[in-house]
Structure formats: structure tokens, C-alpha cells
Nanobody
Framework: DVQLQAFGGGLVQAGGSLRLSCAAS????????IGWFRQAPGKEREAVSC????????YYADSVKGRFTISRDNAQNTVYLQMSSLKPEDTAVYYC?????????????????WGQGTQVTVSS
């Protein structure tokens, strides 16, 4: 079974950093893109970042460009999201997911497998 597990969230002050991890199992990890999403209370889930498997290309939402960095370690079946210069508006539950294809799709509907979320809280 395809399984994704996100962890590494926590409480951090504004301006601080956190690194989220997404551990995957049950599929050929190095063949598929992995994306990060977040959902704040009362808001819709939004895409944050994605990394492809084919050429390692990355995508970032405008709101996190220059502050977040996505990377993957295929040997460890893990994708990381390094978050720096965190802002209170980054507070959300963060999820990782895979579209089960090598490239990052533009639409969330193509992400078929999701992990449970990890809470990130940024205090002002």
C-alpha cells in the first residue's frame, strides 16, 4: 500500500525555521513526484511546493518562494520541506502527497495519495 507520513511540525516564533519530512513507502519512490500542501483553519487546502522525480524540477507557491526549499533523498524515500523566515500566516496543517506520476501536476485533483498532516504554528 502507498503510504506517506509527514512529520516535523511544531511551534516556532516568527522568523524561525522548521524542517518537515515526508516519509514514503509502498511504491517506487524515486519514480514519482511529491508535493506539499497546507490548510489553515477556515481556509481551503493550497499547494505549497512540489518536486518531480524525472528531473528534480521544483514548484513553489508565490507566498513561500525564497523562504521554503523542497528536496528529496531517494535513498531514504523522504522528501523534505525546509521552511525559513516563517510568518504567522504560514500557520497550517501541512500535508504531503503524490500524484503517482513523475512530474508535478498543476491541479490538486491529480494527487491521489495523501499522508496525515503535521501542524505548524508560527507565533508572532
Amino acid at each position: 500500500d502507498v503510504q506517506l507520513q509527514a512529520f516535523g511540525g511544531g511551534l516556532v516564533q516568527a522568523g524561525g525555521s522548521l524542517r518537515l519530512s515526508c516519509a514514503a513507502s509502498g511504491f517506487s519512490f524515486d519514480s514519482f513526484a511529491i508535493g506539499w500542501f497546507r490548510q489553515a483553519p477556515g481556509k481551503e487546502r493550497e499547494a505549497v511546493s512540489c518536486i518531480s522525480s524525472s528531473d528534480g524540477s521544483t514548484y513553489y507557491a508565490d507566498s513561500v518562494k525564497g523562504r521554503f526549499t523542497i528536496s528529496r533523498d531517494n535513498a531514504q524515500n523522504t522528501v523534505y520541506l525546509q521552511m525559513s523566515s516563517l510568518k504567522p500566516e504560514d500557520t497550517a496543517v501541512y500535508y504531503c502527497a503524490t500524484p503517482y506520476r513523475s512530474r508535478c501536476p498543476k491541479e490538486m485533483k491529480w494527487y491521489h495519495y495523501w499522508g496525515q498532516g503535521t501542524q505548524v504554528t508560527v507565533s508572532s
